[in-house]
């Protein structure tokens, strides 16, 4: 399996690209949003001989979907969420021109993921982990195998999700991730949403919020 990381569009979000030895590719949180960042996504594909299958959300703040309708449009790829993210879907229109930037109404997502299913890729098992408290409809992908786990906006370097935004609930970040990610191994690698790679251990050893 491949991975391959961009940042993108005023918030700095971290799209992973998850491939396999075939080149069929998951999109997790595609932020691409200007002709430039959309462009720096079409030439890793192309060159690195992918094609979207799928998009995957880890929450539906605007910085993690801004890019969705493009992988959609260009790869026919489709769009896979927890059903959590469809009230941020169905305002996202409105949520991004408080920031400035324009977004199509997005469709409804093809797949709606839920807690403990189990997704394949290459023949590896994939867990969706639901996660909620720093947005309604979070979660994270583990893949046990690998030792690896996308954690959106969750789990940082050092640090935690806001809580402040709509649906945000501290104590229940808090559950989520002592009840589903500090339980994973700890040399877990960690992929979020913004920032630097860290691991489980890592952050239980040194992350402030978890003490
Ligand atoms: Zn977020
Ligand atoms: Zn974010």
């Not at 959309?38 to 890019?67: E, V």
């Not at 489709?78 to 169905?90: E, K, M, N, R, V």
């Not at 489980?200 to 992350?207: C, D, K, M, R, T």
Request: glycine share 10%.
């Amino acid at each position: 399996m491949r991975l391959f990381q961009l940042s993108f569009n005023p918030f700095q979000v971290n799209t992973y690209i998850l491939a396999c030895a075939d080149g069929d590719a998951w999109v997790i949180d595609p932020g691409m949003h200007t002709d430039m960042e959309k462009k720096a996504f079409d030439d890793l594909i192309r060159g690195n001989g992918l094609q979207p299958r799928a998009i995957i959300n880890t929450h539906a703040h605007i910085d993690h979907i801004l890019g969705n309708q493009h992988v959609r449009e260009t790869y026919g790829a489709q769009h896979w969420a927890h059903t959590g993210c469809i009230p941020f879907l169905d305002r996202s229109p409105e949520h991004a021109a408080i920031f400035g930037l324009e977004m199509e109404q997005p469709e409804h997502p093809d797949l709606l993921l839920d807690d403990g299913e189990v997704l394949h890729m290459e023949g590896r098992a994939v867990h969706v982990l639901y996660t909620p408290g720093h947005a309604e409809g979070s979660i994270c992908l583990h893949i046990p195998s690998m030792h690896m786990l996308f954690a959106g906006d969750v789990l940082f370097n050092g640090s935690i999700g806001r809580t402040d935004l709509l649906t945000g609930d501290y104590e229940l970040l808090l559950h989520s991730i002592r009840s589903k990610l500090l339980v994973l191994d700890p040399d877990t690698r960690v992929f979020s949403g913004h920032g630097p790679e860290t691991t489980i251990g890592f952050e239980l050893q040194s992350n402030p919020y978890l003490r």
